[in-house]
């Protein structure tokens, strides 16, 4: 939830409505959560709904395997014509 931690403990009673074959729930403003994705899980008769965190883009370069040796680029220069000397 955005704001201090004494909103985690409001309730307040919403309609559910349908949106397609989905069952949805229009979530009031200060029950906001950051971002445009969450995980969704059970406990017990209860859905709880947690946000995602972005990962920024070290974290996502981090968690990448690095490349096998047939994944390597081939080396271009010996396809390279060969150079002609320049004067300047």
Request: charged share 30%; no cysteine; net charge negative.
């Amino acid at each position: 939830m955005v704001g201090n931690s004494s909103q985690a403990s409001q309730s307040r009673e919403v309609k559910l409505f349908r949106n397609n074959k989905s069952q949805a729930v229009r979530i009031p403003a200060d029950f906001e959560l950051p971002g445009d994705r969450v995980m969704i899980h059970r406990e017990g008769e209860r859905l709880v709904l947690e946000p995602i965190k972005r990962k920024n883009i070290l974290e996502v370069l981090a968690s990448l395997e690095p490349l096998g040796p047939e994944d390597q680029f081939p080396d271009i220069d010996d396809t390279l014509l060969p150079t002609k000397a320049i004067d300047l």
